[in-house]
């Protein structure tokens, strides 16, 4: 398993719901996404990332790392909104500064098929919804308003990507 760069077309991809959750290949799959966001230093990785069209991601939190299959969120603040400069390991190198609701509440089902609902808040809901985007195709450069390192390179990935070379 290696996680891809932009402009692949994964990256791009819609993911498909995941019915079957006990699989010995989806709990490898599983156990090989965690293994893969901890070593590369990551705080979330999408299925995308590594070349897959399911809808999961991981996400360390506090007491480590929580896959997320099918998560939706269901509920979003609308009052305060939080800024990070935020990363993404399929863009090294690229930075930049994106606002988001800062509470969020997502549903979802864990590794055991398990139902959860979670509030989160501040970096957490940001790397949440990092993630959420990557699900739908949609990437982080889609809302930097403000580059704090890597712009060139960005806008020169961007022009490659609108080629549709790849
Ligand atoms: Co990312």
Redesign the pocket.
Known sequence: MNIVEYPRKILRQKTKKVTNIAHSDFQLFLKEMTEIMLKEDGI???AT?VNSNLRVTVIKMKDGAEVMINPKICWKALIKKNIVD??????PGIFGLVKRPFWIIVKYQDKTGQLKKIKAEGLLSTVIQ??LD?LKGV??IDKIFKYTKGEKKAKELMGIASLGER
């Open positions: 979330g990785l999408a990332q935020e990363g993404c390991l399929s863009f990092h993630e990557h990437l982080f």
